[in-house]
């Protein structure tokens, strides 16, 4: 039989962060810590997909939280159907060793059709009248309504936008408290998102990420007891580590004014066109994958963005296959933006012509990640406050409304925590931690995560002492988490290899 197992992804969660958190640094002192590798790029949706696979994005296929989906000509970007996702899940490799093995998934990302025994994730009830309002799927679905009947609904607007805070990590936690309580499954893994908010809205070296930290810890004491209580493994890990930055960097801007995005008007507004654009990027925080349409454009377009002021990096087919990252999803060019800097996905060039989304919290629609949610518009904020009062008072008389509270270029400005790139020191980058001391070891590589968990479970032999398994013959070999290569200013045009297993290009 299997031991239990209760997996945390504290994201956010760095060594410097961990100072602050005495009831985690316990699990630690019970067990191990170890340096946690990342992948490029280091966001949610890749690295979530890494540790459940033991694989990289070529493999897996998320090479972001969202990408240009060719064959319908849209860009679309936090999708949650399973399927989206390549590979042996770590639950499937478990049930070959042990049939009957038992997952709950509470608000891990692709949730809604794996193959688990309970999901829970937020999902919107959307009306058919455009009203939006908190809620979350579950299945089996009698289990949504023994949540939201103890714990209240969902809270959705806390677990994004400008009220993002503590309730929504405080909700999932006890979420996963009843189902451990009642369940008991054999595997639970556990998203809680709190630590992204201040730091992306002050950025890590703010007293308020400090302080974030120590709620955070507050909320995870009871869920901790709770994995205690029923003898199981606790693993917390974490996906990257959000670094400061001061610079927005408008790539999509530049691609317009040089004649190769194109956008189309409607009411007044301006869209982009994938259709017709020549090239366009989908910015995700501190990596933008760019689209070209015809390969003879990428040569010209990789020098474009390769002078463009804030990104560091712009990998060609060659770099991405470094990385770990050549997959069809993935673009013709994957920019990396410098250590202070983040991509928008801003490609309007007056802000009276921006679409009315722009300035909502609407993460389905934009062609691309928006920061400037989790703030009311700097620009105005009292302005802004007053229009969501408005707002919220037409909700609640079942109006439609629109929360248009979010800013435009203040609002970038605004940002003050990014991540994507791999991280150039440890201190600031993932950290794994573990109860079960038997397991030790130094690092971890993210690829190795799902061998691991495995391992804990007691399904799978930990390896033999100083054996190497070499890679598979068509394997990629990441760079190191914390090994960045030197910035390449110009379009690559030298094919760049990788090396032995832990080296950098």
Known sequence: MSRRLVVLDVVGLTPRLLAHMPRLRAVADAGFRAELGTVLPALTCPVQSTFLTGALPTGHGIVGNGWYFRD????????????????????QAARRAQPGFTVA???WWYAMGADVDWTVTPRPVYRADGRKEPDCYTDPPELHDDLTDRLGTFPLFSYWGPGAGLASSTWICRAAERILAEQSPDLTLVYVPHLDYDLQRHGPSSPRAAAAAAELDGVLGPLLDAARARDATVVVLSEYGITDVSRPVDVNRLLRAEGLLRVHTQAGMEYLDPWTSRAFAVADHQVAHVYVRDPADVPAVAALCAGLPGVAEVLDADGRAAYGLDHPRAGELVLVAEPDAWFTYYYWLDDDRAPDFARLVEIHRKPGYDPAELFFDPAAPGAAKRRAAVALARKKLGMRYLMSVVGLDAGARAVRGSHGRLPADPADGPVLLCSDPSAARDRVAATEVKALLLELTGLAP?????????????????????AVPPPRRAAPSTPTSAGRPGEAP
Do not use: F
Not at 72 to 91: P, S, T
Not at 462 to 480: E, G, I, K, N, Q
């Open 105 to 107: 998934n509470v608000c």
């Open 462 to 482: 930990p390896p033999a002492p100083d054996t190497v398994v070499p890679p598979a013959a068509d394997a990629v070999v990441p760079p190191a988490a914390d």
């Open 72 to 91: 319908l000509g849209e860009v679309l970007l936090w999708r949650q159907h399973h399927a989206l996702v390549g590979g042996e899940k770590l639950w």
